[in-house]
């Protein structure tokens, strides 16, 4: 077994407590909780309702706090707790295990948040066309902005302990208000990015951003740099470990 393939069995074993996967898991099928309320008392909603629900739900709600557990708990927790020393001490690049624990957190994170959005979105738009089209714009925006959350997340527990705490401050705080209220401020918003994504891909949700199409190249460049970021600081740790 490689050392990547290593450092994501190990992650995924950690990240998978019973406890806190069912937590996850409840949190996530808010979508479908609410989609069967709704079809119990209405017909199916109108695409921009269906468009502003989602978009509250999932990109503004459910996806972000899913990613803040798992991204701070991939590698946070084991800078915390002092055991990630075993695996500092080993002869891999840090850029693999940001990696490696990126992916494992987005994966779960992916896993979790996508298949409610898409179910709820069903329920509660139907199956026109038009509405499995918003409800699919929406899972592929959720896709993106699961990997590029929880490395924000993941990247942001190397720097401080606290990152639990600062991250639901960006994700209610700045995501929230700040972004929506200062010019310039959306390009260094993921949720901008993400309403780009569902408004190139289904205008007809009635979702606007600043940075439109452009939300697919903000995602790339922004993942990149928070890996690059934590890869280097993470380097950086180990160093003053071993002092």
Do not use: C, H
């Not at 989602?54 to 503004?60: P, S, T």
């Not at 740099?225 to 890869?231: P, V």
């Not at 740790?237 to 002092?243: D, F, K, Q």
Request: neutral net charge; glycine residues 10%.
């Amino acid at each position: 077994m490689t050392v990547f393939a290593t450092i994501t069995s190990i992650t995924i074993r950690a990240l998978l407590g019973r406890r806190r996967t069912l937590l996850m898991a409840l949190l996530a099928a808010m979508p479908i909780f609410l989609g069967l309320i709704v079809r119990a008392n209405d017909d199916a909603l109108d695409l921009r309702i269906l468009g502003q629900t989602l978009d509250g739900l999932v990109i503004r709600t459910v996806l972000p706090l899913v990613a803040i557990v798992f991204g701070t708990a991939a590698l946070g927790s084991e800078l915390e707790d002092g055991t990630a020393v075993f695996l500092l001490t080993t002869p891999v690049d840090r850029w693999q295990i940001i990696v490696a624990k990126t992916l494992v957190a987005g994966t779960l994170t992916a896993v979790l948040v996508v298949p409610g959005a898409v179910i709820g979105g069903i329920i509660m738009g139907g199956t026109s066309s038009e509405a499995i089209a918003v409800t699919f714009a929406f899972a592929l925006a959720s896709i993106v902005g699961a990997y590029l959350y929880t490395a924000i997340f993941l990247v942001l527990s190397v720097f401080t302990s606290r990152g639990l705490i600062i991250g639901l401050v960006y994700a209610l705080i700045w995501e929230g208000i700040v972004a929506g209220l200062l010019p310039g401020s959306q390009v260094v918003s993921v949720r901008e990015y993400l309403t780009g994504i569902v408004q190139t891909l289904a205008p007809e949700a009635g979702r606007t951003s600043l940075v439109g199409a452009s939300g697919f190249l903000y995602a790339a460049v922004a993942f990149v740099l928070t890996l690059a970021l934590g890869s280097v600081r993470l380097a950086r740790y180990e160093v003053r470990g071993a002092e």
